[in-house]
């Protein structure tokens, strides 16, 4: 949550010539309403549910940089697909930095963070239970990020 996923997976995607999807947006269109709003009306699982089916119809080697959810890779064979898609990538942000991102968009529209006591302890506990999923990626990038730097890292696997 507020990794940078869409920010820097747009910038990557018009630098590779690629097309950009946000997993989030398409759960959105695809239900007609707000991720909230599911979670609200439906429950997480059945939002795991229609974001594993979503996540699945996305065409593997299809020329497209794509932002998951940063539950995603947590369930079902979610990350099993995600490596066949490409390359992954974990953007792995402090969780201190995470949460002044938040808390600096000033929008209550993280259900999973929702009645949270310590929004920074809460996001670290989130890491921690989420982390042996995250550590599958191909590719873990620390700290601030740009495109340039992740596409030298990048480059070999182009």
Known sequence: MSSGKTTLGKKLARSLGYRFKDLDKLIEQDQ???????????????????????????????????????GTPCFFDNMEFIKKLGISIFLDVPAHSLAKRIENHGKDDRPILSGAQSLAETLQNKIDERRPYYAQADFSLHGELDVTHLLEKLKPLL
């Open 32 to 70: 007609n309403t707000d991720i909230p709003s599911i979670f609200a009306e439906k429950g997480e699982a059945y939002f795991r549910d229609v974001e594993s089916r979503l996540l699945k119809s996305i065409p593997v080697n299809g020329s497209i940089v794509l932002a998951s959810g940063g």
